[in-house]
């Protein structure tokens, strides 16, 4: 008896477009085979991708907003991730600086290099999608207006960003360990208060490359060098935490406006990243501000990193070996239990915008001009305005 190979009913038309798309891949195939034209590395990613994109539909103006102000969003962080990277990467030339933040943990140069990656990998790809979907990809090179630092290992080339005096919002600190979420109206004090204080070395006079690292604990011997650089290191250990919220926040808000599956995928994809750097980044944080480590003071600036668990603080909001989100309030308010979440993610709090604003209040743009500000805001607000086409 002869096997029935007609289709089943009712997907006649489903087998129908699987083959248009053969068909279509194939033409694509013998078009570049028969034009003897060698297609640029662009040109062959932007035809594959919309070969390989039948099924996601078209991608929508908003979409395209999205990917942009996040392309922005990963240049400046590749930005501040390189210049954390040349002084204290693993392959960092800033003895001093490396043996500070390795007291925060002895792994810390191969973390900063892995982040540092991670953001740079970002950057381009989103900036190739871009392209690929015939969109314009985003260009801050014109923007790179601000100085270097001039300590041993730092790369002495124009920046975007500053990292040599900082406003370090460490309110996420207590965020993240309380059962109240900034989306319902909450607001959160500061953990420690870091204003006006380098998250890198500033030169070799005032920290020098090869100044002994302080061997916790404390004694009161540490010279002014050791300590300086130590909180240096300190205020870099929260500042990574600072900027790494953020981003989770930014893409979990983001994910909800995309339109296009596969800018979807993409958005959730990086995002998990950016959550995965902020675990362990919050991890850091916390020893900074614990035993054996709690107590460096910042000869130049005044600054002091306490010891968390102990009076005036402690308790759940200050605890320093929880990194783990609390469970918080979350949609519906006491309709619903407690959920564990990265919060906040509306567009006042974690919006693109919001974004900019939480930067600029860090003093990560100090110095540039107007000119960046408009550009970068203009990116925000279109990213913003974008909201799910159905």
């Known amino acids: 008896m002869e096997k029935d190979i007609s289709p ?17 891949r194939r033409k694509f195939l013998y078009d570049i085979g028969a034009s003897g034209v060698a297609l640029s590395a662009g040109a062959m990613v932007a035809e594959t991708a919309k070969a390989q994109d039948d099924d996601a539909g078209a991608i929508t103006k908003g979409d395209v907003a999205i990917l942009r102000f ?3 969003a990963e240049i400046i962080e590749s930005d ?36 540092t990656d991670d953001e740079l990998s970002h950057a381009a790809f989103l900036n190739r999608y871009l392209e690929s979907k ?51 109206g909450a607001t959160f004090k500061q953990a420690v208060t870091i204003r006006n204080e380098p998250a890198i070395p500033l030169n070799d006079s005032d920290t020098p490359p090869n100044t002994p690292g302080i061997v916790p604990p404390l004694t009161g011997k540490e010279t002014p060098q050791q300590l300086r650089m130590q909180a240096i290191a300190n205020t870099a250990g929260f500042h990574f ?6 981003g989770s926040s930014l893409y979990a808000t983001m994910a909800l406006k995309a339109t296009n ?22 991890d850091k944080a916390g020893n900074a501000t614990a035993q054996p480590l709690a107590g460096v003071k910042d000869p130049e600036t005044g600054l002091k990193f306490p010891d968390l668990n102990n009076p005036p603080f402690g308790g759940e909001q200050f605890q320093t070996n929880l990194i783990l989100p609390e469970p918080c309030d979350f949609l519906f308010g006491e309709a619903l239990p407690p959920c564990s979440v990265i919060r ?12 900019v604003r939480a930067f600029t209040a860090d003093l990560l743009f100090m110095g540039q001009p107007k000119e960046f500000f408009t550009f970068l805001m203009k990116l925000a607000e279109e990213a913003d305005a974008a909201h799910r086409e159905i």
């Open 134 to 184: 015939g969109a314009d990809p985003v260009n801050l090179k014109r923007f790179l207006n601000l100085p270097s630092s001039k300590a041993t290992g730092a790369q002495n080339k124009p920046r975007l960003t500053n990292l040599m005096n900082l406003n370090v919002d460490t309110s996420w600190y207590t965020r993240y360990r309380s059962g109240e979420n900034p989306d319902s």
């Open 261 to 282: 599956l596969q800018v979807l995928r993409i958005i959730v994809s990086i995002g998990g990243v950016e959550v995965d750097h902020f675990s362990l980044w919050h």
């Open 241 to 246: 935490g600072f900027i790494e919220q953020g």
């Open 8 to 24: 089943a009913p009712g997907t006649t038309d489903e087998l129908d477009a699987r083959w248009r798309k053969v068909l279509r």
């Open 80 to 115: 501040l991730w390189e210049q954390y990277n040349e002084l204290g990467g693993a392959k960092g030339g800033n003895p001093a600086y490396i043996a500070a933040l390795q007291n925060l943990d002895s792994d810390m140069p191969q973390y900063i290099s892995d982040n």
């Open 70 to 72: 996040l392309a922005a």
């Open 344 to 355: 906040p993610t509306l567009d006042k709090f974690a919006g693109a915008v919001a974004t």
